[in-house]
């Protein structure tokens, strides 16, 4: 008999917005799995710290933050033969995922290696879009709104072709595409609706219009912009 595969949504980063189920796996695990970015500590780990037993044994994925997807690809083909040889062993794998699993998570990749083999489960999460609504008191969409999530890489002339097409956005990934994000924006005058937030729900949350963000945004960062009239008031 294999162990199962858990694929744990934490949420967008305040431990007391995983969900009970995450929650109760972690704290029965016998074996973790999470990645970190070129070396960085985990802040997936950092989430589900406190709940981590110890002699808990750790798989760490480092993955290399680089434009070329090769070196991570490699990463995730190494801490796949490493979960699948604990499963192979009888024990569960919980793997740490930020967010929700299957929005723009980690963890699919690993369940792409993985699932065809393996009992898997996905436990989801709090995501970020939503959690960013919540804190900024911004509902996203109403009626028969239609909601966008653009990625912040894309490239300008993209980006403001989906911004046109859309009725309520967010861009995530923001950081260092913040600048021509912002351009973007002010260019379809657009600014006065939108708002900028960075690491909601962390003691170091950032909430502002975004005529008001910084310069610098960190990866953890996002944009939500209403073009129409607030259908919920």
Sequence with gaps: MTGTLYGVGLGPGAPDLMTLR????????????????????????????ELIASGTQEIVMDVPMTVDRAPAQAAY??????????????????????????????????????????????????TSVTACAARAGRPLVARNERLTVLPGPLPEPEMRERILGAESLAIMKVGRHLPKIRAVIADLGLTDRATYIERATLDEEV???????????????????TKGNDPWL
């Design 22 to 49: 995450a929650a109760r796996l972690i704290e029965g695990a016998r074996v973790i799995a999470y990645p970190t970015l070129a070396g960085a500590a985990s802040f997936a780990r950092s989430i589900a710290a």
């Design 77 to 126: 083909d190494d801490g796949a033969a490493r979960i699948a040889a604990a499963l192979d062993q009888g024990n569960d794998v919980i793997v740490l995922c930020e967010g929700d699993p299957f929005f723009y998570g980690s963890f699919m990749y690993l369940y792409a290696r993985l699932s065809d083999r393996y009992p898997t489960e996905v436990v989801p999460g709090v």
């Design 207 to 225: 909430i502002l219009p975004l005529s008001d963000a910084p310069e610098k945004a960190p990866y953890f960062s996002m944009i939500l912009l």
